[in-house]
């Protein structure tokens, strides 16, 4: 068994692989779309921009091979990753998305500090959540982001953060999950989801 850490050119890979090896994975560094489709799990890593995310994607052709893990695996998308989960973002215009969830992407409102970075409580809001299993209201997790996720159906939602304003922590249907914050920057609590979301994989087979 092992997992498929897509490579597109933006991102954090090597802190998420080394959290990864860490729990004991077989973690993967790749671009290569028949790494990705033969991959027990998927995760889509990224820091930067939107625009230049989704380009990436589409230039390596790794947009079929999300949309054929997303159909059939535990997928895993980790801040920018998450976000590229949606139809589109409002950073530097309009810039489309992978649009496997109805929604978009949006810049924090004034008012607060921007970039909302550093440790932050998150708020369990599903309950029976797979990937947030024996996480609990109150738990810090770091984040490190401008733009937030403003999904059009709130059931995806599995957890929050306040920062002045309720921002999405997590997202979670079926088997796809997405953290705003860096599980691989959050200490023991972030190692803990890692264990999860590998755990998750392992019952995938």
């Known amino acids: 068994m092992y997992i498929a850490l897509i490579d597109y050119g933006l991102g954090n890979i090597k802190s998420v692989k080394n959290s990864f090896l860490k729990a004991g994975a077989d973690i993967r560094v790749t671009s290569d779309p028949a790494v990705i489709n033969n991959s027990d799990a998927v995760i889509l890593p990224g820091v930067g921009s939107y625009r230049d995310g989704f380009s990436n994607l589409d230039k390596r052709g790794l947009v079929e091979p999300i949309y054929k893990s997303i159909r059939s695996k535990p997928f895993l998308g980790i801040c920018l990753g998450m976000q590229l989960l949606f139809e589109y973002s409002l950073e530097n215009g309009k810039n ?6 109805k929604g978009s992407i949006r810049k924090i409102p004034a008012g607060v500090k921007i970039p909302h970075m550093g440790w932050n409580q998150i708020d ?20 490190v982001h401008s733009y937030h996720v403003v999904p059009e159906n709130s ?10 304003i309720e921002l999405v922590a997590s997202i979670e249907k079926d088997n796809i999950f997405g953290f705003q914050f860096h599980p691989e920057k959050s200490s023991m609590i972030g190692q803990k989801l890692i264990k999860n979301f590998l755990s998750l994989a392992k019952g995938a087979q």
């Open 96 to 101: 489309r998305g992978l649009a496997v969830f």
């Open 124 to 143: 369990i809001i599903k309950k029976d959540s797979k990937i947030l299993k024996e996480i609990k209201s109150g738990e810090n997790f770091y984040f």
């Open 155 to 164: 059931s995806i939602v599995s957890s929050t953060t306040d920062y002045g």
